[in-house]
């Protein structure tokens, strides 16, 4: 399994690297203020945005490298000039790296990955593995929990493998704001850890794969066997996207962006981001086979 290059890693192969910095947005822009990258002369790590405002702070950034220059700012409208229509326009900083500032942007970088939103995939299914080839990608520390070994050692993307016996119990360890999307083989399985999510009360998502008729089955057990836990807080069925295509990376796809949309909401911050009131098509099969139904977020 390849582990994602981190800036650490990146700045131990190359000598010579400016930072480039947004320091400041006015208007539209692709990233915000404050994003940074990192330009060698063969090499790049980060990004602030693409386009053409990306190109023509790599192509100053590798000038200043070849002539010396140790730092320079640069102030680019985002318009027709350069051919990109955002609207904004974008000052840049641009200084090569001194020992004192690749530390400095290690030990940052490294903060801001210990504070990313965790998203604990519930089983390492078809549906599950194709979770975490997307979430390997996405800004969150991905979990991939499974009581089968056999299972996980089918997952080759680059997140945290976890076999366990009892996965409530990462359910209960789990930082405040986390993710749970649950998909096991077993649906007692299924429902002892989408309560258990629900159960805790600051998850940032809480999704269980399934259909309607699974939903109202999970509804009627939570009111039986755990003092009538409310479940409108649960996504089920989860990825309802519409698509008719039930492929599990089709699934997945659907998953991933309704989790990012949720824990990336202006209200993530604060409070778990629950939509309770637009009507969402699409089911997954349960294991009594059926996809009826369509249910509300």
């Not at 479940?231 to 989790?259: H, Q, W």
């Not at 009507?279 to 349960?286: E, L, R, S, Y």
Request: glycine share 10%; proline share 4%; charged share 25%.
């Amino acid at each position: 399994m390849a582990r994602r290059r981190s800036l650490q890693d990146f700045l131990a192969c190359h000598e010579h690297v400016v930072q480039v910095r947004l320091s400041r947005v006015r208007g539209s822009s692709p990233r915000e203020a404050g994003t940074c990258m990192f330009v060698a002369a063969e090499g790049l790590w980060g990004t602030i945005g693409g386009g053409q405002l990306e190109y023509i702070a790599i192509d100053h950034a590798r000038r200043m490298l070849k002539q010396g220059v140790i730092s320079d700012t640069l102030d680019v409208p985002l318009g027709p000039e350069i051919g990109q229509c955002c609207g904004g326009r974008v000052e840049m900083s641009l200084a090569q790296m001194r020992q004192a500032g690749r530390e400095n942007a290690i030990a940052r970088q490294q903060a801001e990955d210990q504070a990313l939103p965790h998203v604990y995939v519930m089983g390492a299914g078809h549906v599950g593995r194709a979770l975490a080839d997307l979430f390997q990608h996405l800004p969150v520390r991905c979990i991939l929990i499974d009581q089968r070994a056999e299972e996980l050692a089918l997952c080759d993307a680059d997140v945290e493998i976890r076999q366990s016996a009892i996965p409530e119990i990462d359910i209960a360890a789990a930082p405040a704001g986390s993710a749970f999307i649950v998909l096991t083989h077993d649906h007692a399985l299924d429902f002892l850890l989408a309560s258990a999510a629900l159960q805790r009360g600051d998850a940032g998502y809480v999704g269980l794969i399934g259909s309607a008729t699974k939903r109202e089955k999970f509804r009627r057990w939570c009111r039986d066997h755990c003092d009538g836990l409310g479940t409108d807080r649960l996504i089920c069925p989860i990825g309802a996207g519409g698509s008719r295509d039930k492929r599990p990376s089709v699934i997945a796809a659907f998953v991933a962006a309704e989790v990012i949309a949720d824990l990336t909401s202006e209200t993530a911050a604060s409070a778990p981001s629950w939509s309770t009131d637009l009507p969402q098509a699409g089911k997954q099969p349960d294991a009594e086979g059926d996809t009826a139904g369509v249910i509300s977020r």
